[in-house]
Structures are given as structure tokens and as C-alpha cells.
């Protein structure tokens, strides 16, 4: 079946650094949604891409979609406490059923 | 509309009792979605409704498994003689269309003990 691996599952940064999670399809997607699910809550739409290649920013956040609509990337610069928490990609896939990722945990150092 | 609600919050039960948790979605929202998540791992998709009719169910779900959106806006989903590996968070999501963002609810979480 379809699957959407995301990577890495943990990453940890001094606040202030820069942190990415990339998102990999098996087939083509008709559109992909980050999602970002803070400790203890519930998964929240950050944003949805749909064209190949398409970029789209949101302050510090940075999304892409590839040309082959088979992968994405989330990039936050220069990391806040307040980016803590688990960064979900979703792909949506040709039965029209979103596709999750495992998620990217960002833990921000002492 | 204050968003998508889910009741209870909690549930504690003992191994082989019948549990049922409701969902109410974002009122115009024609979609509805139950996901069943573990700690450290993605929402991981039970089944959905497009207005009263459930369209699909994973393949994962097993037969104690059930869910109703009986008149099209509130959903329930009742798990039949729990088990210890049942105990995760129920998170319900809505959305306008297939296809569109998804709104979850707090999620109900299970303990079964």
C-alpha cells in the first residue's frame, strides 16, 4: 500500500538553530499537509501544498513540495521554545485518504 | 462553532468491558474521521464518514471494532469486550471535503487495564 515515511523521528537543537523534516511517498500525491501536535495535544494544520514544486513560507517555516510530488520538507530558522512539539506530514493519496507520517519530534537543548 | 469536541475526555475500563466515545465535528463540516494514535507514532486512520455514510474502514480495524454517524453530525465509535492493546488516544477529526485540512478534537484517551 501506499506509505509516507518521514525522517528523522527525533531531532535536537539549541534554540536558535535551524531544524528540517523530510516527508518521502511511494507513488505520487495529489497534495500534501504539515500538521504540528504540541506535548499532550492534538495534531494542528499548519499547511497544505498541492503544486509540484511549490514553496510556500509562514514567517520562520519554510514548505516545499517536490517537483515529482513524492516528497516534502519543513524547514524552521532559527528555533524558539515555542516550536517544540511533533511535525506531521500527510500525503493525500489516489483513494483520496490522507497518509501519514511518523512524525519528527523537535526538542529544543537547554 | 468553538471546533471539534470529544467526549469523554478520559476513559479507564477493565479488560472485555464495551466502551463508546462520542464526537461532534465542526458543524458545516461533511467529513468525519477516527484515528487511533500511540505515544511516538503517527494518527493512524480507523475510518471515516461522508455525511451519515461510512465510506471506508481499515483493513486494521477489527470487528469489535464499530462507528455510527447516524444522522450525519455526531459520530460515535464503540470498541466490544476491550483489550489491553486497545489503550491509545481516539482522536476524531472533520473537514469540509475529502481532500481539505483536517480539524482534530482533543481525543479521548483509553486506558484499558
Known amino acids: 500500500g501506499q506509505q509516507v515515511m518521514q525522517i528523522p523521528q527525533y531531532q535536537h537543537v539549541q534554540e536558535g538553530e535551524d531544524f528540517t523534516t523530510y516527508c518521502n511517498s511511494s507513488?505520487?500525491?495529489?497534495?500534501i499537509q504539515w500538521y504540528k501536535q504540541r506535548p499532550g495535544g492534538h495534531p494542528v494544520f499548519l499547511i497544505q501544498l498541492v503544486k509540484s514544486g511549490e514553496v510556500k513560507k509562514q514567517k520562520r517555516l519554510t514548505f516545499q513540495f517536490g517537483e515529482a510530488k513524492k516528497n516534502s520538507s519543513l524547514h524552521i530558522t532559527a528555533t524558539q521554545t515555542t516550536d517544540v512539539g511533533t511535525y506531521f506530514c500527510a500525503g493525500l493519496g489516489s483513494n483520496y485518504q490522507l497518509i501519514w507520517g511518523a512524525g519528527t519530534k523537535l526538542i529544543i537543548k537547554p | 462553532d468553538t471546533g471539534v469536541s470529544q467526549n469523554p475526555r478520559h476513559k479507564i475500563t477493565k479488560r472485555g468491558q464495551n466502551v463508546t466515545f462520542r464526537c461532534d465535528p465542526i458543524?458545516?463540516?461533511?467529513?468525519l474521521y477516527w484515528y487511533r494514535q500511540t505515544l511516538g507514532q503517527g494518527p493512524e486512520f480507523l475510518t471515516y464518514?461522508?455525511?451519515?455514510?461510512?465510506?471506508?474502514k481499515s483493513r486494521l480495524l477489527s470487528d469489535r471494532f464499530s462507528a455510527e454517524r447516524p444522522k450525519g453530525s455526531f459520530s460515535t465509535l464503540e470498541i466490544q469486550r476491550t483489550e489491553q492493546g486497545d489503550s491509545a488516544m481516539y482522536l476524531c477529526?472533520?473537514?469540509?471535503?475529502?481532500?481539505?485540512?483536517?480539524?482534530f478534537g482533543p481525543g479521548t484517551r483509553l486506558t484499558v487495564t
Open positions: 458543524s458545516e463540516h461533511n467529513r
Open positions: 477529526a472533520s473537514s469540509l471535503a475529502g481532500g481539505d485540512e483536517q480539524y
Open positions: 507513488t505520487t500525491l495529489s497534495n
Open positions: 464518514f461522508q455525511n451519515e455514510a461510512q465510506l471506508e
